[in-house]
């Protein structure tokens, strides 16, 4: 399963930026996250314990996060619950009046017979989309008004 999302942002990169790498802070400025927890990583690398909902459905999650400001670029790498093996990048792009922002996420259940049709219809649109579509409008909302 491969999904990408893109919004506009009427904001500078450089303010969108922190908003969407400081997960620690997600629970208190996007409404549908639960928790995001620090976990001890014995490679010192970011891991997060991380919590959501889909509606009223609590959706939980592991993952390892890569700053990479330079190439205004955040990836993440889920180590644990249903999506434990996707890839998810942030791209932030400059373009006139703002910044084009796009997640996308790359997910290949290893279920047998099912884990395709699962990810593609199900885990996909119904969850990683639309928690991913949720926090993408929350983050301009908040760029576009001046936080950071």
């Known amino acids: 399963m491969r999904s990408e999302l893109h919004v506009v942002m009427r904001a500078p990169w450089e303010r969108i930026f922190p908003l969407a790498a400081e997960v620690e ?9 639960r928790y995001v927890r620090p976990v001890t990583d014995p490679g010192g690398e970011r891991r997060f314990a991380m919590g959501a909902r889909r509606g009223v459905i609590p959706v939980t999650w592991e993952a390892i996060q890569r700053l990479m400001p330079e190439d205004r670029t955040i990836e993440f790498v889920h180590t644990g619950g249903v999506t434990k093996g996707m890839w998810v990048a942030w791209r932030l792009e400059p373009i006139e009046g703002g910044t084009d ?10 279920w047998p017979i099912i884990g395709g049709f699962a990810a593609r219809h199900v ?13 993408l409008r929350r983050i301009r909302d ?5 936080s950071s």
């Open 101 to 110: 922002v796009s997640i996308e996420h790359r997910l290949e259940l290893g």
């Open 25 to 33: 802070r997600w629970p208190r400025i996007l409404p549908h996250y």
């Open 123 to 135: 885990i996909g649109p119904q969850f990683i989309e639309a928690i991913a579509g949720r926090t």
């Open 142 to 146: 908040l760029a576009e008004a001046g």
